[in-house]
């Protein structure tokens, strides 16, 4: 059976706790809330660490769904379950719905949270297209103080985001714009696996039923989650149509850089992005009116 070097282990009681000890351990040390993407790479000697921090006793303080006139607050400790199950997270953004419906299984979605997800950085990973998709900014703080950085900037590639020793991510903020509405389409081998491709998509329209703004995120078609600015140049001011939504699936699929790998061809991961860019737009759309 494989199994972790060895470690030691912390159970953090407090974010001010919790950031003392990544401090004060440094590099050799990771939190852990559901492990359940950190765990299976220790076992297989992917990754190791001489410390894990348990911050799952600091649900109650970062474990929160907060919806506001202009935003939506979601605490890093936010369980999958959590964000499935709340209807009025669901009414601002459905593109959540849509996506923790097809995260894995129940007892993933019962442990894991919203912070470990974006942490993983894995390039196939639903939340981080969400997060991408809804221009999502990634609150961070460390004992220098909290600092915000966006969805762009916070994966810095595989593996890798802008949080930095000594430091933890508290919140993800998502900002709310008028008449608009969201939607998330993934393609995977079997039920609760990794996407072989997977699109979010959000549409904010005009008075007068033109695009004022959209926005596609794309995930496991490249080392990064990929937002594709050309596609909200080239949808802003015209009103919604199949002629739109090809445009943009054509876009989508010059824009990404998949690699062929066991789920799929880079060819087929291709046409995929460009598919599911177009079902999630014309999704989105039709969402605004419902």
């Known amino acids: 059976m ?14 001010d706790h919790a950031i003392g000890l990544l401090e004060r351990l ?19 000697r992917l990754a190791n660490f001489d410390y894990l921090i348990d911050i799952n006793d600091l649900h109650a303080e970062l474990g929160h769904i907060v919806i506001e006139n202009d935003q939506v607050r979601i605490g890093a400790m936010t369980r999958h379950r959590e ?39 894995d390039p196939s990973e639903d939340l981080s297209a969400v997060c991408t998709t809804l221009n999502a900014s990634c609150v961070i703080r460390g004992s220098a103080g909290t600092r915000t950085v966006s969805m762009e900037d916070f994966h810095r590639g595989p593996y ?37 491709t997977s699109a979010g998509a959000a549409v904010w329209l005009n008075d007068d039923g033109t695009v004022a703004d959209a926005r596609v995120g794309l995930a496991a078609v490249g080392p990064n989650t990929t937002g594709i600015p050309a596609i909200s140049a080239a949808m802003a001011g015209l009103p919604p149509s199949e002629e739109l939504y090809d445009r943009a699936a054509a ?39 419902g």
């Open 83 to 121: 964000l499935l199950e709340s209807d009025e997270l669901a009414r601002v953004f459905p593109i959540f719905r849509d996506a923790e419906r097809v995260i894995a299984d129940p007892v993933v979605r019962n442990r894991g949270t919203l912070g470990g997800s974006l942490c993983q950085a």
């Open 251 to 289: 876009i989508a699929r010059d824009a990404c850089e998949p690699a062929t790998d066991q789920r799929g061809s880079a060819d087929y991961k291709r046409h995929l992005a460009g598919e599911l860019t177009r079902r999630t737009l014309r999704r989105a759309v039709q969402r605004i009116g």
């Open 2 to 15: 494989q199994v972790p070097g060895p470690f030691e282990y912390e159970r953090a009681t407090t974010v």
């Open 26 to 44: 440094g590099s050799t040390a990771r939190l852990v809330a559901g492990g359940h993407s950190l765990l299976p790479m220790m076992k297989l």
């Open 160 to 196: 890798e985001t802008a949080v930095g020793d000594g430091e933890m991510l508290l919140e993800v903020r998502f900002p709310i714009k008028p008449n608009g509405s969201s939607a998330y389409e993934k393609v995977e081998r079997r039920a609760g696996d990794w996407a072989v």
